[in-house]
């Protein structure tokens, strides 16, 4: 390492971070309790430190300097010196390679050894003592950007929340697998904007994608030494930077491309960022940022004992959202995210640890307030994951208004219907109406509900109606991870079978668990591959399979084409019919002049059911007789929305049952939408039923009518 020769100026204390202003760098790094801070340059291959810079310049807590004839492409890293104190939250080692919180780029990953822990066990095996040795060579560099793209006419698709189709994908595994993109595209950002990629999402006419996490992450030292991979990316340690590995050409301006050709395509992305916690871990973690630059300030510490962090997430520690300093990264990167990158919403993991305040989960805490106030981010779309792992973290229906949740509740009940499970129905009911037991008393509206019934976490569709154990032995801990309570059932056989019976019914819970999915109030959210039978063998906590195993096989499209097709007619559907884009919760009151209600629920004879009806604990069917011809909301241009009257009809029970066409409205004529019954989702007789007349529901179906208005053709009637 050469002595110091850069010609160095005071520069500024914002922005945080590397920031090329055209002529020259501008550092900046926050840190309450450093003595002295070094700006570290390494070599264009990131493997040899070439000069260390004294930072002489500190600002409200900011170190800072300006290097003149830096330039894009720099390579860098900090030290920090101070207190290596455990017992007082110091890990002040400036033997440990640190990268900046606010690095817009990140190159290299991270090469385990013991070097790049900030500790070594003392004489006896009990208190940790500094650790010497230089970590750089094991660590990953931060990389000084040019910003610049042309953007053209890039625009945020802003598509209502009411008209909001989600598809949640991994970007890696998205395309890994795919025949149609070119093998050098497959997994990456660019893969993902191929014409093949998003050909398939605007077949399906999804609006949005939500991109498990695309921060830089790290793979976990244990994982590494298995052979495996934290496939997940749920362990972030770069909050602005995008994850290296997705992209094909190592330059950001690839995931920029991405964001505007989906953008071309009418296709939001929404990104899971993971806010709550880092990879840095417990207090036997490595020290790779945050702890080694004033892991007092960053982290929760335990008040009494501060070697110990806050474990609210389940991951070793939780980022201290009481912190000013930390509450500005998270809003810089934010804000980052949306005016430079161009994405159009988040959603939070584990959201209720970024609302505690003290120890207690607060809605209103300073978290909720900026965002509120906040001219940028109060525009896109917020999702909260509504829980965490400490106590009262389980909060599904307590976030603000603005906010949509992820309802673990609207899961579990469809799950749990569809099993079979009684005394279900009135909890299935709220959720297949938009929760608003949850959400109508806080102001918020159906569309609070993201409603799914798979996601990344758990079993695929396919899985659910084919496993009834969890099978997780490829990740190598005996099979004790992942969720034991999954409502699921294998149809009669665990696992694959060459039964056609048990088949056929597999194929058909995933047509009713679809449809119900698709035609409640609320925003669904598919999982990506779910659309063409995507299976993880049983696989429900599939974090660290980077491998065929959680790639999507596109082969089994061709396979799968009735369920593909199924899938684009239903959005199809939800998209033509507004009465199931509600903007506002039923209230059970008439609506037209036959007296219609605007949601009436029905027995199998046709009446409305009764407050005994719903007490029945064997009864597993029910209708819903939408009053489309009294709907009563407006266009963005203040016209009035009008739909046809539609009837839904519900069976999870075993046996058939005769389902009597509602007398009101009198003398409707009714033809048949979907019915799941068949392989097509459709049945092909074309005949129509009239009031009062028998409608033949198959056991495990879900049939959707539609009040015909016009003439009927002769050969229609049976």
Same mark, same amino acid.
Not at 78 to 91: D, F, I, L, N
């Given at each position: %390492?050469?002595?110091?020769?850069?010609?160095?100026?005071?520069?500024?204390?914002?922005?945080?971070?590397?920031?090329?202003?055209?002529?020259?760098?501008?550092?900046?790094?926050?840190?309450?309790?450093?003595?002295?801070?070094?700006?570290?340059?390494?070599?264009?291959?990131?493997?040899?430190?070439?000069?260390?810079?004294? %930072?002489?310049?500190?600002?409200?807590?900011?170190?800072?300097?300006?290097?003149?004839?830096?330039?894009?492409?720099?390579?860098?890293?900090?030290?920090?010196?101070?207190?290596?104190?455990?017992?007082?939250?110091?890990?002040?080692?400036?033997?440990?390679?640190?990268?900046?919180?606010?690095?817009?780029?990140?190159?290299?990953?991270?090469?385990?050894?013991?070097?790049?822990?900030?500790?070594?066990?003392?004489?006896?095996?009990?208190?940790?003592? %500094?650790?010497?040795?230089?970590?750089?060579?094991?660590?990953?560099?931060?990389?000084?950007?040019?910003?610049?793209?042309?953007?053209?006419?890039?625009?945020?698709?802003?598509?209502?929340?009411?008209?909001?189709?989600?598809?949640?994908?991994?970007?890696?595994?998205?395309?890994?697998?795919?025949? !149609?993109?070119?093998?050098?595209?497959?997994?990456?950002?660019?893969?993902?904007?191929?014409?093949?990629?998003?050909?398939?999402?605007?077949?399906?006419?999804?609006?949005?994608?939500?991109?498990?996490?695309?921060?830089?992450?790290?793979?976990?030292?244990?994982?590494?030494?298995?052979?495996?991979?934290?496939?997940?990316?749920?362990?972030?340690?770069?909050?602005?930077?995008?994850?290296?590995?997705?992209?094909?050409?190592?330059?950001?301006?690839?995931?920029?491309?991405?964001?505007?050709?989906?953008?071309?395509?009418?296709?939001?992305?929404?990104? !899971?960022?993971?806010?709550?916690?880092?990879?840095?871990?417990?207090?036997?973690?490595?020290?790779?940022?945050?702890?080694?630059?004033?892991?007092?300030?960053?982290?929760?510490?335990?008040?009494?004992?501060?070697?110990?962090?806050?474990?609210?997430?389940?991951?070793?520690?939780?980022?201290?959202?009481?912190?000013?300093?930390?509450?500005?990264?998270?809003? !810089?990167?934010?804000?980052?995210?949306?005016?430079?990158?161009?994405?159009?919403?988040?959603?939070?993991?584990?959201?209720?640890?970024?609302?505690? =305040?003290?120890?207690?989960?607060?809605?209103?805490?300073?978290?909720?307030?900026?965002?509120?106030?906040?001219?940028?981010?109060?525009?896109?779309?917020?999702?909260?994951?509504?829980?965490?792992?400490?106590?009262?973290?389980?909060?599904?229906?307590?976030?603000?208004?603005?906010?949509?949740?992820?309802?673990?509740?609207?899961?579990?009940?469809?799950?749990?219907?569809?099993?079979?499970?009684?005394?279900?129905?009135?909890?299935?009911?709220?959720?297949?109406?938009?929760?608003?037991? @949850?959400?109508?008393?806080?102001?918020?509206?159906?569309?609070?509900?993201?409603?799914?019934?798979?996601?990344?976490?758990?079993?695929?569709?396919?899985?659910?109606?084919?496993?009834?154990?969890?099978?997780?032995?490829?990740?190598?801990?005996?099979?004790?991870?992942?969720?034991?309570?999954?409502?699921?059932?294998?149809?009669?056989?665990?696992?694959?079978?060459?039964?056609?019976?048990?088949?056929?019914?597999?194929?058909?819970?995933?047509?009713?668990?679809?449809?119900?999915?698709?035609?409640?109030?609320?925003?669904?959210?598919?999982?990506?591959?779910? =659309?063409?039978?995507?299976?993880?063998?049983?696989?429900?906590?599939?974090?660290?399979?980077?491998?065929?195993?959680?790639?999507?096989?596109?082969?089994?499209?061709?396979?799968?084409?009735?369920?593909?097709?199924?899938?684009?007619?239903?959005?199809?559907?939800?998209?033509?019919?507004?009465?199931?884009?509600?903007?506002?919760?039923?209230?059970?009151?008439?609506?037209?002049?036959?007296?219609?209600?605007?949601?009436?629920?029905?027995?199998?004879?046709?009446?409305?059911?009764?407050?005994?009806?719903?007490?029945?604990?064997?009864?597993?069917? @029910?209708?819903?007789?939408?009053?489309?011809?009294?709907?009563? =909301?407006?266009?963005?241009?203040?016209?009035?929305?009008?739909?046809?009257?539609?009837?839904?009809?519900?069976?999870?029970?075993?046996?058939?049952?005769?389902?009597?066409?509602?007398?009101?409205?009198?003398?409707?004529?009714?033809?048949?939408?979907?019915?799941?019954?068949?392989?097509?989702?459709?049945?092909?007789?074309?005949?129509?039923?009239?009031?009062?007349?028998?409608?033949?529901?198959?056991?495990?179906?879900?049939?959707?009518?539609?009040?015909?208005?016009?003439?009927?053709?002769?050969?229609?009637?049976?």
């Amino acid at each position: %390492m050469s002595t110091h020769t850069t010609t160095v100026w005071p520069g500024q204390p914002y922005p945080l971070g590397a920031t090329w202003d055209g002529e020259g760098v501008n550092f900046a790094l926050f840190s309450e309790h450093a003595e002295k801070v070094e700006l570290c340059l390494f070599d264009r291959r990131g493997r040899r430190e070439v000069e260390r810079i004294p %930072m002489r310049w500190r600002t409200n807590q900011v170190w800072h300097c300006y290097l003149p004839q830096a330039r894009p492409g720099l390579l860098y890293g900090y030290r920090v010196y101070g207190r290596y104190a455990p017992s007082e939250g110091h890990h002040f080692n400036p033997n440990k390679l640190l990268l900046d919180p606010y690095a817009k780029d990140i190159v290299g990953s991270v090469l385990w050894s013991d070097a790049l822990f900030g500790y070594r066990i003392g004489a006896g095996g009990t208190n940790p003592v %500094m650790d010497r040795r230089n970590s750089a060579a094991g660590m990953p560099k931060c990389r000084v950007i040019d910003p610049a793209f042309t953007w053209g006419d890039d625009r945020p698709p802003r598509t209502p929340w009411h008209d909001t189709v989600i598809y949640e994908l991994h970007v890696r595994g998205f395309t890994k697998r795919h025949p !149609d993109v070119a093998p050098w595209l497959r997994g990456t950002y660019a893969g993902l904007a191929s014409a093949p990629a998003v050909d398939h999402l605007r077949y399906l006419g999804v609006t949005a994608v939500e991109l498990m996490p695309v921060h830089a992450f790290v793979d976990d030292r244990h994982l590494v030494e298995k052979g495996l991979h934290n496939y997940w990316g749920y362990n972030s340690i770069g909050f602005f930077a995008p994850d290296a590995r997705y992209s094909s050409t190592g330059n950001i301006g690839e995931f920029k491309t991405m964001v505007k050709t989906l953008h071309s395509a009418g296709i939001e992305v929404i990104l !899971d960022v993971v806010y709550n916690h880092t990879a840095e871990g417990n207090h036997l973690g490595p020290t790779l940022s945050f702890r080694g630059i004033d892991n007092a300030s960053y982290y929760r510490l335990v008040a009494d004992d501060r070697r110990y962090y806050m474990d609210y997430t389940g991951c070793g520690n939780t980022l201290n959202m009481m912190h000013p300093r930390v509450l500005q990264l998270i809003m !810089d990167s934010l804000r980052y995210w949306v005016l430079e990158m161009h994405v159009d919403g988040f959603r939070f993991d584990l959201a209720s640890a970024l609302a505690r =305040e003290l120890h207690a989960v607060d809605r209103l805490g300073a978290f909720f307030d900026i965002i509120h106030q906040d001219p940028v981010l109060s525009q896109v779309k917020l999702i909260a994951e509504p829980w965490d792992l400490g106590e009262g973290g389980y909060q599904v229906g307590n976030f603000p208004v603005g906010w949509t949740e992820w309802n673990g509740r609207y899961r579990d009940a469809v799950r749990a219907y569809w099993k079979g499970d009684g005394g279900m129905l009135g909890e299935f009911a709220s959720r297949l109406t938009g929760s608003s037991d @949850l959400y109508e008393h806080s102001g918020r509206r159906p569309y609070a509900s993201i409603n799914f019934v798979t996601c990344h976490d758990g079993f695929t569709l396919e899985d659910l109606v084919s496993y009834e154990r969890k099978h997780n032995e490829a990740n190598l801990e005996d099979n004790r991870d992942g969720e034991n309570d999954n409502r699921s059932w294998n149809c009669g056989a665990e696992g694959p079978t060459q039964n056609r019976h048990i088949r056929a019914l597999r194929d058909r819970q995933k047509r009713n668990l679809l449809a119900t999915l698709l035609l409640s109030q609320g925003v669904p959210m598919l999982l990506a591959g779910d =659309e063409i039978g995507r299976t993880q063998q049983g696989n429900n906590n599939a974090y660290c399979q980077d491998s065929e195993l959680s790639w999507i096989d596109w082969e089994r499209a061709g396979e799968q084409r009735e369920l593909l097709a199924f899938v684009r007619d239903l959005i199809a559907l939800r998209r033509r019919h507004p009465v199931f884009r509600r903007r506002c919760f039923f209230e059970g009151r008439s609506v037209n002049a036959s007296g219609l209600k605007d949601l009436t629920w029905l027995t199998s004879e046709g009446t409305e059911m009764t407050p005994a009806d719903w007490q029945r604990p064997n009864l597993r069917h @029910l209708g819903l007789l939408f009053a489309g011809d009294g709907f009563s =909301e407006e266009d963005p241009r203040g016209r009035p929305v009008r739909d046809s009257n539609l009837l839904l009809l519900l069976n999870a029970g075993a046996a058939e049952v005769a389902f009597t066409m509602p007398r009101t409205p009198p003398h409707a004529r009714w033809q048949v939408l979907a019915d799941t019954s068949f392989a097509t989702g459709h049945r092909s007789d074309g005949r129509y039923y009239l009031s009062g007349e028998h409608y033949p529901l198959p056991g495990r179906t879900v049939a959707l009518l539609e009040q015909y208005r016009g003439r009927s053709p002769a050969d229609t009637r049976p």
